[in-house]
């Protein structure tokens, strides 16, 4: 079984920096994307950002410039480093991981979610 944690939430004042992180563990042979995503209340779950097991990335128009993401494929690990902090990035934010486990059947697995609050 494989799952991915996330860690990192919590409130802070606009204009802060926050970085969150996403741990895979489990049965893992391989993880090509791995990407967070974010919902807000009442509104979908939307990209924020994502990335390939190559370092390819990409980001919604929304936070282009201020967050970044990265990942260490050592250690199934993703970040999502936000500076310039709006109150309109107030969300749950979910890692969300696709590849394969070792048996060879394909990979996708969701996070419980970190709440980012952002007070103006």
């Known amino acids: 079984q494989v799952q991915v944690v996330e860690s990192g939430g919590g409130l802070v004042q606009a204009g802060a920096s926050l970085r969150l992180s996403c741990a895979a563990s489990?049965?893992?042979?391989?993880?090509?994307?791995m990407g967070w995503y974010r919902q807000a209340p009442g509104k979908q779950r939307d990209l924020v950002a994502a990335?390939?097991?190559?370092?390819?990335?990409n980001y919604a128009d929304s936070v282009k410039g201020r967050f970044t993401i990265s990942r260490d494929n050592a250690k199934n690990t993703m970040y999502l480093q936000m500076t310039s902090l709006k109150p309109e990035d107030t969300a749950v934010y979910y890692c969300?991981?696709?590849?394969?486990?070792?048996?060879?059947?394909?990979?996708?697995?969701w996070g419980r979610g970190a709440l980012v609050t952002v007070s103006s």
């Open positions: 489990g049965s893992i042979f391989s993880i090509t994307t």
């Open positions: 990335i390939t097991s190559g370092g390819s990335t």
């Open positions: 969300n991981a696709n590849g394969t486990v070792r048996s060879g059947l394909g990979l996708e697995v």
